[in-house]
């Protein structure tokens, strides 16, 4: 049976009863079909899932029991935050929710010069809510417990004079591929378990493979190359990718990319400029593309 779940910025106990806001009345109501006796699962963002029964149901208003919280959930492994060049319509919100499915800790909504999308005042405050909808709604789908922050809007350069600690800056003309990057160019080591064990894990076998004559190591893989040169052989070991601190920036343009100043300026605040592949990805594909390497070099679908 699927489990219907939806947001409530409200403060949720065990055995409250609680009267739904507007937004999550109609979605109950008018979209899933709810009514009395049916089970709904509430979350505010605390980090548990609040499971309880609907005791009253009318077109403008849902009242649940709260009866159980679940454990919270676990904060990752590395937090991310994904700073998007503001696309045109359909193309961000498809971004925005992909990206908060995938796992990022937060958004920064950029202005470059290439930004096709003009917003200030209302237009922009109503554009914002919009997203923020666009971020609770693939919460309430993808089963997270958290959401991630929404940062004002800012002009990139800007939002460059304010970061110190750099991270990653996405371009298809990048001299070094994502798993090429070494982990001194992404900042110091986590604190999280997992990736202590990963990168002293990474260090052991690379300075036992460095320690070793080349014949040796070509035995310990098959005993295929143990005729070659040693710097032939080094560069066909495995990369091993140590882990980045506990959180990371991921810098993406909006449709045609960054300007060279902005990317100069970019890589002069500390961002290492990555490539993808041989291809050209499209605005809305390249945040989605880049955060699920990501998340399998350092972060959670590594287990």
């Known amino acids: 049976m699927?489990?219907?779940?939806?947001?409530?910025?409200?403060?949720?106990?065990?055995?409250?009863l609680i009267e739904l806001?507007?937004?999550?009345?109609?979605?109950?109501?008018?979209?899933?079909?709810?009514?009395s006796g049916d089970p709904l699962t509430l979350f505010n963002?605390?980090?548990r899932d609040y499971n309880g029964e609907i005791e009253t149901s009318t077109r403008n208003q849902v009242r649940?029991?709260?009866?159980?919280?679940?454990?919270?959930?676990?904060?990752?492994?590395?937090?991310?935050?994904?700073?998007?060049?503001?696309?045109?319509?359909?193309?961000m919100d498809l971004a925005l929710q992909k990206a908060v499915e995938l796992g990022v800790s937060s958004i920064q909504p950029l202005f470059s010069s290439r930004t096709l999308v003009r917003l200030s005042g209302d237009r922009l405050a109503k554009r914002a809510q919009h997203w923020q909808g666009v971020i609770i709604a693939a919460c309430e789908q993808s089963g997270r417990r958290r959401l991630p922050t929404l940062?004002?809007?800012?002009?990139?350069?800007?939002?460059l004079?304010?970061?110190?600690?750099?991270?990653?800056?996405?371009h298809h003309e990048a001299a070094k591929a994502i798993t090429e990057l070494r982990y001194p160019q992404l900042g110091q080591q986590t604190d999280h378990p997992a990736g202590q064990q990963a990168e002293q894990k990474a260090e052991q076998q690379s300075s036992q493979e460095t320690a070793q004559p080349a014949g040796r190591q070509a035995e310990q893989h098959g005993g295929q190359q143990a005729a070659q040169p040693a710097g032939r052989h080094a560069e066909q070991q495995p990369v091993h990718q140590p882990w980045p601190r506990g959180r990371l920036t991921l810098l993406i343009g909006p449709e045609g990319g960054l300007e060279p100043a902005e990317r100069?300026?970019?890589?002069?605040?500390?961002?290492?400029?990555?490539?993808?592949?041989?291809?050209?990805?499209?605005?809305?594909t390249a945040p989605l593309a880049a955060i699920a390497a990501i998340q399998t070099l350092w972060g959670d679908f590594r287990g």
């Open 21 to 35: 806001e507007p937004r999550p009345t109609k979605h109950a109501v008018q979209v899933l079909r709810l009514g």
């Open 161 to 170: 004079q304010q970061q110190q600690d750099g991270g990653i800056l996405l």
């Open 151 to 159: 940062a004002p809007a800012l002009a990139l350069l800007d939002w």
């Open 264 to 284: 100069d300026y970019a890589q002069a605040q500390g961002f290492t400029p990555v490539r993808l592949g041989p291809r050209v990805l499209r605005t809305e």
């Open 64 to 91: 649940v029991r709260i009866h159980s919280a679940s454990p919270p959930e676990p904060n990752p492994p590395l937090a991310i935050r994904l700073a998007l060049g503001v696309s045109r319509g359909e193309r």
């Open 2 to 16: 699927r489990e219907n779940r939806l947001y409530t910025e409200q403060p949720l106990d065990i055995g409250e």
């Open 45 to 47: 963002g605390d980090g």
